[in-house]
């Protein structure tokens, strides 16, 4: 019984630090402990035991699974793993359309990449000429997907 208690502990454990160590290892291994800790129930204690075991494991995980996804995002590591922002706040093409032909500031060094000052925006540009050192003027000439 110390075995089958020890292997579902670590198997639950090695799972559980799969999300902080990603790369699938640990998973791997946490998942054949469980299964490792169900057949060794299976051989010793019988059928009935080993079903019970088995389904123990599966309404489990799925509990598991549930809370997780339901209260890990609040906690304070799960807010810092999980990203905050959302897509739709971010710039798209066609409200980088409407910049076009706008003038600003090169906040650093184009060479030719760098990052400019448009109005209140602060993006990420590529300057057609060679290098702009900064807090010269740049003017909006072309737009490229989320790149001008």
């Avoid at 051989?43 to 699974?65: D, E, K, P």
């Avoid at 959302?86 to 093409?93: G, I, N, P, T, V």
């Avoid at 980088?96 to 090169?106: D, F, V």
Wanted: aromatic share 6%; proline share 3%; net charge positive.
């Amino acid at each position: 019984m110390s075995w089958i208690l020890f292997l579902s502990i670590t198997g639950i454990l090695l799972l559980c630090m799969e999300v902080f160590l990603p790369g699938a290892v640990l998973g791997v291994i946490g998942a054949i402990c469980l299964v490792v800790a169900v057949i060794i129930t299976y051989t010793r204690f019988g059928i009935n035991m080993g079903n019970m075991a088995l389904l123990t494991l599966m309404i489990g995980s799925v509990v598991a699974l549930f809370l997780w996804i339901k209260f890990f995002p609040r906690t304070r590591t799960g807010k810092i793993m999980i990203t905050s922002r959302d897509l739709a706040d971010s710039k798209s093409a066609d409200s980088l359309q409407e910049l076009m032909g706008k003038t600003g500031r090169a906040i650093t060094p184009l060479r030719p990449a760098g990052t400019a000052q448009i109005g209140e925006t602060r993006i990420d540009v590529v300057a057609e000429t060679g290098l702009i050192d900064p807090e010269n003027q740049i003017k909006v000439v072309h737009v490229a997907g989320n790149r001008w």
